[in-house]
């Protein structure tokens, strides 16, 4: 039996009258970029999170860009971040002009240890990004209290969280501002590239979409110096469609890591993840850790099982940033994460048989033997 890694045919079957119906509309109306669907969108997606206002984007790596341009992010400051991210979320950072000061992660739930933020704050910091890694939202309560305590803003990358709860607050709510990726193969993903800024201040919401939009207030008259970072009408009909499967879509995923949880929890040498007692966790990436992981993930792959690894390289060890001088040894937990981690096939419409494969060969394959009920 093949197992994917990830099947968008399969959702998009599910859809595709839906789908059709309202990419025909847009087409018949030719509200191409930005425009009536997309606003609905924004409307739908800010209730969705519990925020006042969502804004419309490229992307989910010109939502970071633009929530940091925004909070006034610019030349020669920093902000504080993790190192066990996509590429993207120190990017953001890079785009500003400013540069990012990594904190280690905690290494039971994979997000940004608040006890390391403290220590990485200096009088340049001007913004700190936690990111909900996996699905699972950062411990925000005592991030958002060191944040205040040095009147600093949090913006939360939220890019693989669509629909994550922190102490029954939706991901991008909490923060000053939230940033959501609609790449196809996120939670939430759109038939081509999107993203979004959440946020409950109409002040930054109102210059997000200036920049969003080269500046302009109105027509032809530009405030500031912006970007063109606006969604696709036809990417916000799209999203529109599969909002409303959202919630259901993210509970498949948590029976799924149920199920995995039950068939490999007793694999002694498989480390599985964990939902913290403040979170609700949507499972967008299933990683567990094992010592041999490359061997592993060859090894299932040869059976057809498609697994995935996120992400081999910790940003500070990348070429891109050797600039910074952080070498081998900075983020012992994060490097350690880095080496070990193996994503296993998680999508919604993951059948049983095909998750009893995946822990039947995992099992077999990841030795270590099974310890006692
Ligand atoms: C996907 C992702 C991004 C970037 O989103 P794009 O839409 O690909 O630009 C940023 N941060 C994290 C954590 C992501 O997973």
Redesign the pocket.
């Given at each position: 039996m093949k197992v994917p890694f990830l099947n968008l045919q399969a959702q998009y079957n599910a859809i595709a009258e839906e789908v059709a119906h309202s990419l025909h509309e847009v087409l018949a109306s030719c509200a191409f970029s930005g425009g009536p669907f997309v606003e609905k969108f924004e409307e739908e997606f800010a209730r969705f999170c519990g925020c006042r206002e969502a804004i419309g984007v490229?992307?989910?790596?010109?939502?970071?860009w633009l929530a940091l341009a925004a909070l006034g992010v610019g030349g020669g400051d920093e902000v504080v971040t993790v190192p066990n991210?996509?590429i993207?979320?120190a990017e953001?950072i890079s785009l500003c002009g400013a540069t990012p000061v990594f904190v280690d992660v905690d290494e039971v739930s994979y997000t940004m240890d608040p006890a390391l933020l403290e220590g990485a704050i200096t009088p340049r910091t001007k913004a700190i990004i936690p990111?909900?890694?996996f699905g699972q939202m950062a411990d925000m309560d005592p991030i958002m209290e060191i944040a205040a305590r040095h009147g600093i803003p949090v913006v939360e990358?939220a890019?693989?969280a669509h629909g994550a709860q922190y102490k029954g607050r939706r991901a991008g709510s909490i923060g000053a501002a939230g940033?959501f990726?609609?790449?196809p193969g996120?939670n939430l993903g759109a038939y081509g590239?999107?993203?979004c800024v959440t946020t409950s201040d109409p002040l930054l919401a109102a210059k997000i979409r200036m920049i969003r939009d080269h500046g302009q207030s109105r027509k032809y008259h530009h405030e500031l110096v912006g970007v063109n970072a606006r969604m696709d009408g036809i990417q916000g009909a799209v999203l529109s469609v599969k909002l409303k499967y959202l919630p259901a879509w993210n509970e498949a995923r948590a029976r799924h890591a149920a199920s995995y949880r039950e068939l490999l929890g007793r694999v002694s040498s498989l480390l599985l993840p964990t939902e913290m007692p403040y979170a609700r966790h949507v499972y967008?990436v299933y990683a567990v850790r094992h010592p041999g992981r490359d061997p592993l993930l060859e090894a299932l792959g040869v059976q057809g099982i498609s697994c995935g690894v996120h992400y081999p390289v910790p940003i500070h060890l990348q070429t891109a940033y050797a600039s910074l001088g952080l070498g081998e040894g900075s983020f012992p937990v994060a490097e350690r994460c880095a080496r070990e981690y193996l994503s296993l096939p998680m999508f919604p419409e993951l059948t049983p048989e095909q998750i009893a494969h995946v822990a039947e060969a995992l099992t077999i394959l990841a030795g270590g033997g099974t310890g006692a009920a």
């Open positions: 490229g992307n989910g790596t010109d939502a970071l991210s996509f993207a979320t953001a990111v909900h890694l990358d890019c693989q940033c990726s609609f790449y996120k590239e999107a993203g967008h």
